[in-house]
C-alpha cells in the first residue's frame, strides 16, 4: 500500500505552491503516478523499467502517441 510520505513531487514544480506538478511513488517493482492538484484521484501504475523508458523518451522528445482500437 503507498502511504502519504511514500510521494514525491517533480523537481520541475512550476512557481507559486509548486501544486501544478506530477507526483510520484515508488512502490517496488512499481512507480505510481498522480496529479498533485487532486491527491485522491486517479493513480496510474506502471512497472518501473516502462516508466523510465516513458520518462526517457519524454526528455529526448521521441515520444509517439499512437492508438489502438
Known amino acids: ?3 502519504p510520505d ?3 513531487k517533480s523537481s520541475f514544480s512550476g512557481g507559486g505552491q509548486g501544486d501544478a506538478c506530477v507526483e510520484i ?6 512507480i ?3 496529479d498533485s ?3 485522491s484521484g486517479a493513480v496510474l501504475t506502471l512497472p518501473a523499467e ?3 523508458t516513458f520518462v526517457e ?3 529526448g522528445g521521441t ?3 499512437t492508438r489502438e482500437f
Open 50 to 52: 516502462v516508466f523510465s
Open 63 to 65: 515520444h509517439m502517441l
Open 6 to 8: 511514500m510521494w514525491r
Open 25 to 30: 511513488a515508488h512502490w517496488h517493482p512499481r
Open 32 to 34: 505510481s503516478v498522480r
Open 37 to 39: 492538484k487532486i491527491p
Open 57 to 59: 523518451a519524454l526528455k
Open 1 to 3: 500500500m503507498i502511504t
